[in-house]
């Protein structure tokens, strides 16, 4: 069975601050994406990694593949209370095979 | 460009009763994949099918679930039956036929949230 295991899986933080979420599996993956997801509505679809060591930035989000492209972190910086959501890693398996992350239930206090 | 489309967006049902879902991908997008999300939980994936093929149904209970995606209309996910426990937000989302397989994105809709009786 693949998985990839996210972590934390609850974070609370005042605004402001910073913090970063983890991706982690024993499989390589041809690609990793990043969705969030707010209440009552479907994931949307943050970035796409393909490359081993790969980083991305989006505004005060930073998204890194692993250079073994098993695993990946997304880091954000000066937290806001908008950022506030379900954070959702799945990694790409085959020509349309997801393997999902639980996902991180982020909250950003004001 | 109109996004992935879901309707109902609520659906009730009483028990033993049929629930249909409706999911009408991105314009250009032939591929479509169903999911099931518990409160609070992650995503299961249910079943992939392209324009009149299932592709890949292993997510999907064997008994009672059906999915269809025919040649011309939306793709339909049926729950016959249905029971306190089928009660979830079901989601479904498209992928284009061409581009970087590499890349696997899948574009979401907002949901089907169904409660059961």
């Known amino acids: 069975t693949q998985l990839l295991e996210q972590s934390p899986q609850f974070l609370s933080i005042q605004e402001g601050e910073n913090l970063t979420v983890y991706c982690n599996s024993s499989?390589?993956?041809?690609?990793l994406q990043w969705y969030r997801q707010e209440p009552g509505e479907g994931p949307v679809l943050l970035v796409t990694?393909?490359?081993g060591g790969e980083v991305k930035k989006l505004k005060r989000l930073t998204f890194q593949f692993g250079d073994a492209r098993k695993d990946s972190s997304l880091h954000i910086t000066a937290a806001q209370p908008g950022d506030t959501g379900l954070y959702l890693c799945?990694?790409?398996?085959?020509?349309?095979?997801?393997?999902w992350g639980a996902g991180t239930k982020l909250i950003i206090k004001p | 460009n109109a996004g992935v489309m879901q309707n109902p967006r609520h659906l009730v049902r009483r028990r033993g009763q049929e629930a249909r879902l409706r999911c009408s991908p991105m314009?250009?997008?032939?591929?479509v994949y169903w999911y099931r999300q518990l409160p609070e939980e992650g995503l299961k994936f249910m079943v992939y099918?392209?324009?009149?093929?299932?592709?890949?149904e292993s997510g999907m209970p064997k008994e009672r679930f059906s999915a269809e995606f025919p040649k011309e209309g939306p793709s339909i996910l049926r729950i016959q039956q249905v029971v306190r426990g089928d009660s979830a937000a079901y989601f479904c989302?498209?992928?284009?036929?061409?581009?970087?397989?590499?890349?696997?994105?899948?574009?979401f809709g907002p949901g089907t949230r169904l409660t059961v009786l």
């Open positions: 990694v393909v490359t």
């Open positions: 799945a990694g790409g398996r085959s020509n349309y095979q997801l393997i």
């Open positions: 099918l392209q324009k009149e093929n299932i592709i890949d």
């Open positions: 989302a498209s992928s284009p036929e061409t581009g970087a397989p590499s890349r696997n994105e899948q574009f």
């Open positions: 314009k250009g997008h032939s591929h």
């Open positions: 499989s390589v993956f041809s690609s």
